[in-house]
T-cell receptor, first 113, second 112 residues
Framework: EAGVVQSPRYKIIEKKQPVAFWCNPI?????LYWYLQNLGQGPELLIR????????DSQLPKDRFSAERLKGVDSTLKIQPAELGDSAVYLC???????????FGPGTRLTVL | KQEVTQIPAALSVPEGENLVLNCSFT??????LQWFRQDPGKGLTSLLL?????REQTSGRLNASLDKSSGRSTLYIAASQPGDSATYLC???????????FGTGTQLKVEL
C-alpha cells in the first residue's frame, strides 16, 4: 500500500515569490492534515480536512496561506507571497478519520532566501 | 491549552541497552496518544497508537504505556540497536480527536 506522497521534496525560492505544495493521501483516508515543522520542534497543525471540507484552519495564516482539497483526495497548500520566516518543513498526513492513527508523508523542505 | 513535554531532549546509549523515553501532558482529557520516530530529513513514522481506554501497546521491541490520570506516557525500547537512532515524538489527541499536539521530541543515539 502506498503511503502519503508529497511533492516537491525540496523547494528554494526568493522572498515574495509564490510556492505550492502537493499532497496525495493514503487511499480511503478521509482526514488530511497539513503541518509546519520548524527545526528542533514538533509539527504544528496548519489545517485539517474532513473529505473536502476544511474543518480546522484556525492556525493557518490566511493573509498569505491558502489550501484546497478538491474532490476530497489530493490537496494543495499555497503560500503567496513567501516570507523569510516561512522556511520550514511542510508535512502532510492522513488518517481514516479524525482521532485515528495518522500517517505522514516525507515533507517538503522550503527555503526562502 | 494542551502542552506536551518530552524528557530527556537527547539521549545517547550503548547498543543493547534497554531504555525509556518519557512524555508528559498537562490536560489528562485525551482521546488517544501516538508515538512517532523521525529520521533526519524525513517525515514521521508511526510507531504505536494508544487509545485512551488502554494502558499499553506493544510492537516488537517497543512498548508504550499510558497513565492518563498522571498525564504520562513512556516508550520502552528493548535491546536498542544503532538503527533505533532517531528523534522520537509523542503526540496527544484532544478535543474528541480533533487536535494533535506534539512534544518537541527526544533525540536518541545508539552507539556501537
Amino acid at each position: 500500500e502506498a503511503g502519503v506522497v508529497q511533492s516537491p521534496r525540496y523547494k528554494i525560492i526568493e522572498k515574495k515569490q509564490p510556492v505550492a505544495f502537493w499532497c496525495n493521501p493514503i487511499s480511503g483516508h478521509n482526514t488530511l492534515y497539513w503541518y509546519l515543522q520548524n527545526l528542533g520542534q514538533g509539527p504544528e497543525l496548519l489545517i485539517r480536512y474532513e473529505n473536502e471540507e476544511a474543518v480546522d484552519d484556525s492556525q493557518l495564516p490566511k493573509d498569505r496561506f491558502s489550501a484546497e482539497r478538491l474532490k476530497g483526495v489530493d490537496s494543495t497548500l499555497k503560500i503567496q507571497p513567501a516570507e523569510l520566516g516561512d522556511s520550514a518543513v511542510y508535512l502532510c498526513a492522513s488518517s481514516p478519520g479524525q482521532g485515528d492513527e495518522q500517517f505522514f508523508g516525507p515533507g517538503t523542505r522550503l527555503t526562502v532566501l | 491549552k494542551q502542552e506536551v513535554t518530552q524528557i530527556p531532549a537527547a539521549l545517547s546509549v550503548p547498543e543493547g541497552e534497554n531504555l525509556v523515553l518519557n512524555c508528559s501532558f498537562t490536560d489528562s482529557a485525551i482521546y488517544n496518544l501516538q508515538w512517532f520516530r523521525q529520521d533526519p530529513g524525513k517525515g514521521l513514522t508511526s510507531l504505536l497508537l494508544i487509545q485512551s481506554s488502554q494502558r499499553e501497546q506493544t510492537s516488537g521491541r517497543l512498548n508504550a504505556s499510558l497513565d492518563k490520570s498522571s498525564g504520562r506516557s513512556t516508550l520502552y525500547i528493548a535491546a536498542s540497536q544503532p538503527g533505533d537512532s532517531a528523534t522520537y515524538l509523542c503526540a496527544v489527541f484532544t478535543g474528541g480527536g480533533n487536535k494533535l499536539t506534539f512534544g518537541t521530541g527526544t533525540q536518541l543515539k545508539v552507539e556501537l
